[in-house]
Nanobody
Framework: VQLQASGGGLVQAGGSLRLSCAAS???????MGWYRQAPGKQREFVAL???????YYTDSVKDRTTISRDNAKNTVLLQMNSLKPEDTAVYYC?????????WGQGTQVTVSS
């Protein structure tokens, strides 16, 4: 499974970004989600959506972030609003298929104050 993420960039605090990720797979992906890694910090969970549409969010983003997916296209979107400087990180798309977890290459999100 290959994952291609896009949509990162530079945005001012309070702005919005939408990240997208497409998975190349012949079967329907199980869980899809996003992690992020800020400079000098460990990679952390951001959001996840199951194949049936159940969503999970880390507390720091849950009131201003929406994760969605298109099962037919094996794509996942992350809509982030009211962005804060502490959201600055490389965002990684992830997908699980048949018990194995796959990672995309990461897309940089930079939020200026």
């Amino acid at each position: 499974v290959q994952l291609q993420a896009s949509g990162g960039g530079l945005v001012q605090a309070g702005g919005s970004l939408r990240l997208s990720c497409a998975a190349s797979a012949s079967s329907s992906i199980d869980d899809m989600g996003w992690y992020r890694q800020a400079p000098g910090k460990q990679r952390e969970f951001v959001a996840l959506i199951t194949r049936s549409g159940t969503q999970y969010y880390t507390d720091s983003v849950k009131d201003r972030t929406t994760i969605s997916r298109d099962n037919a296209k094996n794509t996942v979107l992350l809509q982030m609003n009211s962005l804060k400087p502490e959201d600055t990180a490389v965002y990684y798309c992830t997908a699980k298929l048949y018990g194995s977890q796959y990672w995309g290459q990461g897309t940089q999100v930079t939020v200026s104050s």
